[in-house]
């Protein structure tokens, strides 16, 4: 393995996750990268991110979407292994009207455990808090 990965050269704004230091990488295939989220939401919270720079997940070849649901499988292996959850989400921003801040697609694997909210029905339907709420508004 390399001191970095660097998929792009753009200096003026350089892309995060395209110029991670060798020693963030957890795991990696031909196309794709593991990381722990620098941010977590719990322990745990890791990302899967491909090594060609795109924005979307619509933009993922056949085979890049593969190397990442393989990735994703591994990150949840190592949560099971290093936290214990009791359940997870699974989550991609894609486009900034999604709350994507950086345009390199990613995956967040979230772990999450018990008691961590009060009421965790709902789950990524809370992106949207008002329509979160569905089964106590019929």
């Known amino acids: 393995m ?3 990965i660097t998929v792009t050269k753009n200096l003026e704004n350089p892309c995060p996750f395209c110029t991670l230091p060798a020693g963030r990488v957890v795991e990696e295939n031909e196309l794709a990268l593991l990381i722990l989220d ?3 939401v719990s322990p745990g919270h890791s990302l899967i991110i491909p090594k060609r720079h795109f ?5 993922a070849t056949a085979p ?12 949840k292996e190592l949560a099971e292994i290093d936290n214990k959850p009791a359940g997870y989400n699974i989550g991609i921003n894609d486009g ?3 709350g994507q801040t950086v345009p390199h697609l ?5 772990p999450r455990y018990e008691g961590d909210q009060d009421d965790p ?6 992106v949207i808090p008002n329509k979160a709420n569905y089964w106590s508004q019929r």
């Open 38 to 40: 620098g941010y977590p």
């Open 64 to 75: 890049e979407r593969s190397a990442l649901l393989s990735l994703l499988d591994k990150a």
């Open 96 to 98: 900034a009207a999604a």
């Open 55 to 59: 924005g979307s997940f619509f933009s």
């Open 2 to 4: 390399t001191d970095s």
């Open 121 to 126: 029905r709902g789950g990524v339907r809370w």
């Open 106 to 110: 990613h995956i967040h694997l979230i």
